[in-house]
């Protein structure tokens, strides 16, 4: 198990941890330990994403760099987009899904590291974005005041909904039958058997990260010192605990054999794993923490047992090209069922096998760039700016 963690100082962290064996009556022992520290990034970091084999990071420098976990080294970087990297989602082992402040939504080969597919997503910044337990659909929210569904088996947009409002964080609960939707400090809970809103949750402050607990429950961080875990059912807070000494900039929550675990990460430089109760009206008790003294801006958990079963995008998949053609204008009465036939009927096309509208040789910035490359290169734009001068 690793916590990495990227700041505003370009550095991505990593601290190995390790349950000490327990003694008897005693409590268990958490230790993190400094595995790596990385800077390849040329400016803060700004998203983090694992899967069981590799760690990514997004930064405001407009690249993805790879690292590989079990090798150790640099893996190389993704040049595709233009605009701060805003969202990185791995879905198993296969996919990668970026998305970025130049509109667009990328699919990428984890395997190849090639952009299989690139989507003009939003008309302005895509702020965040969360892919369905099933690999099927995909929401994302952006600058244009748009929630919009992807249907990730046809590439193709399923439905456009206007918020009136720029929300900056979507996610999907863990079974995929409800979805959250967060404006400042509001967050709209909708269903998916009706696509509309259930209910609000107000927070206190504006809402940083928030992580499923459970298909009911939501760890929610704002721009304060306090984690507070809500039921978005009732709508009702459960409980607050104050997690560190200045505002919690992200969030992240797994479960290993017996134990169910949330992880947090802040300004004031502080990684902490928390141990959930079975009872979520009961705060957790801290297992460790550990200060890597920079301002953290997100965080990843790297598990080496992860499988890839239940979470590949489904291998006959076809993702053909989307052009703004092809977004359906929705209104109130379609939306309403949209969502949940998608998800019913977007099934793999069984007489193809493959990814159709995608050429066999990567485009231009489409592939991975070494980072001996990448370094020839920005000395070579170094050398013609003195020239010019």
Not at 2 to 17: I, N
Not at 76 to 85: C, K, P, Q, R
Request: charged share 25%; glycine share 6%; proline share 4%.
């Amino acid at each position: 198990m690793e916590l990495v963690a990227g700041s505003y100082e370009q550095v991505l962290f990593g601290f190995a941890v390790h349950p000490e064996p327990k003694a008897s009556g005693d409590r268990q022992k958490w230790t993190p330990v400094a595995d790596f520290t990385h800077h390849a990034h040329t400016a803060s970091l700004s998203a983090v994403a694992t899967n069981s084999r590799f760690v990514v990071t997004g930064s405001k420098d407009e690249t993805i760099h790879i690292y590989d976990m079990k090798k150790k080294i640099d893996h190389g970087a993704l040049v595709h987009h233009n605009g701060t990297i805003t969202c990185l989602k791995f879905h198993g082992n296969r996919h990668l899904i970026s998305g970025a402040e130049d509109g667009l939504i990328c699919v990428w080969d984890a395997k190849k590291w090639e952009c299989l597919k690139s989507i003009k997503a939003h008309k302005g910044h895509v702020t965040f974005l969360s892919i369905h337990p099933s690999g099927k659909l995909a929401l994302s929210v952006g600058t244009d005041k748009t929630l919009r569904t992807w249907n990730l088996v046809e590439g193709r947009s399923a439905f456009i909904k206007n918020i009136k409002q720029n929300a900056h964080i979507v996610e999907w609960s863990p079974r995929g039958e409800k979805y959250i939707v967060v404006v400042l400090n509001k967050i709209d809970v909708y269903h998916l058997d009706t696509a509309s809103v259930s209910g609000t949750i107000t927070n206190e402050k504006r809402v940083s990260s928030v992580t499923f607990l459970s298909e009911s429950v939501l760890a929610v961080a704002g721009d304060e010192e306090i984690v507070r875990f809500f039921d978005t059912d009732s709508l009702m807070c459960l409980c607050e605990f104050k997690a560190h000494e200045n505002r919690v900039k992200d969030m992240f929550s797994f479960e290993i054999p017996e134990h169910h675990i949330i992880v947090t990460a802040s300004n004031d430089g502080f990684i902490k794993m928390w141990k959930l109760k079975q009872d979520k009206d009961v705060p957790p008790s801290l297992l460790c923490e550990v200060n890597t003294n920079a301002r953290l801006t997100c965080l990843g958990v790297w598990l080496d047992s992860v499988t890839d079963t239940k979470e590949s995008l489904p291998p006959t998949a076809e993702l053909s090209p989307v052009s703004k053609e092809e977004q359906p204008k929705s209104n109130k009465k379609e939306s309403s069922n949209a969502v949940q036939e998608e998800a019913r009927q977007s099934k793999p096309n069984m007489k193809k096998c493959g990814l159709t509208g995608v050429s066999k040789k990567p485009t231009k910035g489409s592939g991975l760039v070494s980072a001996k490359k990448r370094k020839m290169g920005e000395m070579l734009e170094k050398k013609k700016r003195k020239k010019k001068i």
